[in-house]
């Protein structure tokens, strides 16, 4: 399996860890990525507000990249806000002709052309239905039988665009988690909102949805998350969430490929577990 691979922003500061487990993992099980050359930011949620046509030119730049490396290959995303941002513009402009030549126009400034013949793919999707459950279980090298995981999808990855999951109840990571040995904690927060940046702009309402998340997943021994944004603001507040709560809210915060990756046998190091900022004491015993 091979896909171009677009790491975005994020991948490269606050969330390195999630760029390096998810690099690993994919070697690991035998997928090849080619990164895209000369990716730029896709806009996060920063862009719009100053012009909609920016926000929409600037991932249709990373897909007509995209294209000219290969048209054929599905492009693989793990943030969750780049995928939803290259996704909106890879179905926008198969219903609207207007803003097709509008974004063209602009792209002809670097001579780059977009097409309509990219597939944009979340890093979920890709782990969930190209290698699944079926392709992983043979490789797993560390059983985790008791370890309970508590699977948090967020917002982005699934809505609005419902195209492997369902963005109401998912379960595409349910089954990752079971071939590893491990067992699935029930509970209904797994698309819940966490905040996003409101956690910056709205910080009592950002801890409210946070601490809410935190508490539904007692009993679990891990959260593990497919987007930088709500990795963030599940493992960098609990000091101060707890403090407002007066009650114990720490918990280890992995994201998907870290946790599938110690399975495989990578190690901590390999996974960079280290930059992670909520890995409790506890958890790193159990490993």
């Known amino acids: 399996m091979k896909y171009l691979y677009y ?18 993992f ?53 943030c969750s806000a780049c995928y939803l941002n290259l996704k909106r513009v890879e ?12 974004i063209n126009t602009i792209l002809n400034e670097e001579n780059l052309a977009l097409k309509g013949r990219t597939h944009t793919r979340h890093l979920l999707d890709v782990m969930s239905t190209d290698i699944g459950p079926a392709k992983l279980a043979p490789l ?9 995981v508590a699977p948090y999808y967020g917002c982005q990855c699934l809505r609005p665009y419902a195209v492997f999951d369902d963005p109401e109840q998912p379960q595409t990571m349910a089954p990752l988690i079971n071939a590893i040995g491990a067992t699935v904690h029930q509970w209904d927060m797994g698309a819940k909102c966490c905040g996003a940046s409101h956690m910056n702009t709205k910080p009592a309402t950002g801890q409210e949805l946070v601490g809410t998340i935190l508490k539904a997943a007692r009993g679990a021994d891990v959260i593990v998350t497919v987007c930088p944004m709500c990795q963030m603001n599940l493992e960098a507040y609990q000091n101060k969430i707890s403090s407002l709560k007066d009650e ?6 992995l994201y998907l490929p870290q946790l599938l990756g110690l399975a495989l ?19 790193r015993a159990r490993l």
């Open 7 to 24: 790491p975005g922003c994020s991948l490269e500061g606050t969330a390195r860890e999630y760029d390096l487990s998810t690099r690993a």
């Open 248 to 253: 114990d809210l720490h918990m280890t915060i």
């Open 26 to 78: 994919m070697n690991a099980v035998g997928v090849e990525l080619t990164e895209l050359e000369d990716w730029t930011c896709c806009g996060a949620s920063a862009a719009e507000p100053i012009s909609l046509l920016l926000s929409l030119a600037l991932p249709a730049r990373n897909l007509a990249i995209a294209e000219n490396m290969d048209a054929g290959r599905d492009i693989l995303v793990p």
């Open 140 to 148: 797993v090298q560390k059983q985790f039988n008791d370890l309970i």
């Open 91 to 102: 179905d926008k402009i198969k219903n609207d002709a207007d803003l097709f030549v509008k």
């Open 265 to 283: 046998g990578l190690t901590a190091q390999d996974l960079r577990l280290d930059l992670n900022l909520a890995v409790t004491d506890t958890f």
